[in-house]
Nanobody, 117 residues
Framework: QVQLVESGGGLVQPGGSLRLSCAAS????????MKWYRQAAGKERELVAS????????NYADSVKGRFTISRDNAKNTVYLQMNSLKIEDTAVYYC??????????WGQGTQVTVSS
């Protein structure tokens, strides 16, 4: 019954903003670190942002620092990715990932973000 469902993707112009959400169920969300990955066409999947289980620590890829913010609401079992000042190179499928161990590593289905003029 583990499920991660991303939402909020879509088409946006350069310089615009989107907020992605990932709703989790079927596991103890508050004990998992949460991560956002993305995969652009023809590219390898890359880690965009991560947040610790209680939300006290965050990390970002250099390419998104200052533009993206990861946050979580453990009461709502939801992790967010606020994306501002979007660039064409941010175009990718964005995936939500929950990880606690090598045997507790879950993925969402992904949501498409397209930045285009």
């Amino acid at each position: 019954q583990v499920q991660l469902v991303e939402s909020g993707g879509g088409l946006v112009q350069p310089g615009g903003s989107l907020r992605l959400s990932c709703a989790a169920s079927g596991f103890t969300f508050s004990t998992f670190s949460m991560k956002w990955y993305r995969q652009a066409a023809g590219k390898e999947r890359e880690l965009v942002a991560s947040i610790t289980s209680i939300g006290g620590g965050t990390n970002y890829a250099d390419s998104v620092k200052g533009r993206f913010t990861i946050s979580r609401d453990n009461a709502k079992n939801t992790v967010y990715l606020q994306m501002n000042s979007l660039k064409i190179e941010d175009t990718a499928v964005y995936y939500c990932n929950a990880v606690r161990s090598v045997t507790r590593d879950y993925w969402g289905q992904g949501t498409q973000v397209t930045v285009s003029s």
